[in-house]
């Protein structure tokens, strides 16, 4: 049984398989993923006895070189697998139209870009295409990285089927009392890209093209998994980026060594040392065909559950995805706030993007903000003043994707105001 001395994430131990065990009634099997491709190695006791062994065997499977490449001018893309599944903005239409939802084979293949100022809102592309429609325009202080979020069939298939990809669908559910949870064979990926930087070398970076053929590098990503009941959660950095074990330290007990890189309090502007890469983790990227572009890449952590067994909370960040609150970030606490109301908006505080408030409780610092973390409040989700408690806020299974849905009667823009005559 493998060890950590970081208080701050989950752990390997069988402290945290016991709890883990109290969230799993039964021992559920993680199957095969929808593109014809074996599971990770074990089951979904795996998931909770080596968390960072199973997350890199998705890291592994999905990373595969996809069988669709087109030619960007005389380039050919190098799309992985992930980056052919459907995407947010193919998943959520805008508009929506109940005669022509989106399917499988219409959003697969499809790679769009969006700016992470805008998390998953409308694409920056022009229509369907397997190349980048990020442009460097968007790169700015403000907005260092663009972002996307791709799911595997699994996952959009159950959107689709369970009309989750239009607002008045998901106001249907929480009417209906239904029951949001995702198939065990779910899966989510979430990336950030920025240009190919002066004097780097593209092949110490998974690269692609965008739609003019400049050359765009990885160097964030998030996988979640339905694996478990409260998914699984791991995030990924490409070694070289300055901020990358900033305050919470980086730990993988199966991929590299030293496993624990010990948390700074301050951030550094010098890249932390990229370790040695174990010969299992090798021999996993072989056995997937990864190349040694995947090298260049470190896992953070994994999370699968909101706190320890001693009860004290664990937290996950990755410093590009969570810039600017990643002392106090938790993956599995903000993506439990996700949940819509009666009208199918996001619930929690009414706000649309409520991932992380400034205030209360007090940040860090003043020019950060502060993450929710630990045990999920059931005052997010209920009325507790009623006997029962009335549901105020119908869960999303951990899936923020849906705030993106769109209304079938979209509201009418406002009549411009009249110029008034001199």
Request: contains cysteine.
């Amino acid at each position: 049984m493998k060890a950590s001395t970081r208080p701050y994430l989950i752990s390997t131990s069988l402290a945290i398989l016991a709890i883990g065990l109290l969230l799993v009634s039964c021992q559920r099997p993680v199957t095969t993923i929808p593109s014809g491709n074996t599971p990770p190695p074990g089951d979904s006791n795996l998931a909770m006895n080596d968390p960072d062994q199973f997350n890199w065997g998705l890291f592994a499977q999905v990373n595969q070189q996809a069988a669709v490449q087109v030619k960007v001018g005389d380039q050919t893309t190098n799309n992985t697998m992930w980056e052919t599944w459907a995407d947010d903005p193919c998943t959520f239409p805008d508009p929506p139209k109940l005669a022509n939802p989106p399917t499988w084979d219409g959003c697969a293949d499809v790679k769009t870009f969006q700016t992470s100022s805008q998390l998953s809102a409308a694409s920056q592309g022009t229509g369907p295409t397997e190349a980048l429609a990020c442009d460097e325009k968007d790169i700015t202080p403000d907005n260092p990285n663009c972002e996307e979020v791709h799911r595997n069939q699994s996952a959009f298939d159950y959107i689709i089927g369970n009309n989750l990809w239009y607002t008045e669908g998901l106001a249907a559910a929480f009417a209906a009392g239904d029951e949001v949870s995702f198939p065990i064979d779910a899966i989510e990926v979430k990336a950030n890209w920025i240009p190919l930087p002066a004097g780097a070398k593209k092949e110490q970076y998974h690269w692609n093209y965008d739609q003019e053929g400049d050359v765009w590098v990885m160097i964030a990503m998030h996988i979640m998994s339905k694996a478990v009941p409260n998914w699984t959660w791991a995030t990924w950095e490409w070694e070289g980026n300055p901020g990358r074990c900033d305050y919470l330290g980086c730990l993988d007990t199966f991929g590299v060594i030293p496993a624990n890189v010990a948390s700074n309090p301050q951030p550094t502007p010098q890249p932390y040392p990229a370790g040695e890469l174990t010969a299992q983790l090798l021999s996993l990227f072989k056995q997937y065909g990864l190349g040694p572009e995947w090298q260049h890449y470190r896992l953070k952590g994994s999370q699968t559950n909101f706190v320890d067994a001693t009860g004290r909370t664990t937290l996950l960040g990755n410093s590009v995805t969570e810039n600017g609150f990643v002392q106090t970030s938790s993956c599995i606490t903000c993506h439990s706030r996700a949940a819509v109301d009666s009208t199918g908006q996001s619930a929690i505080q009414g706000k649309a993007l409520s991932v992380f408030e400034p205030t209360p409780p007090p940040a860090p610092s003043p020019d950060t903000a502060r993450s929710y973390n630990g045990v999920p409040d059931p005052a997010w989700f209920f009325d507790l003043s009623q006997h029962p408690p009335q549901v105020t806020a119908l869960q999303m299974d951990f899936v923020w994707a849906t705030f993106n849905a769109k209304s079938l009667t979209p509201t009418p823009a406002p009549a411009p105001t009249p110029t008034p005559t001199p």
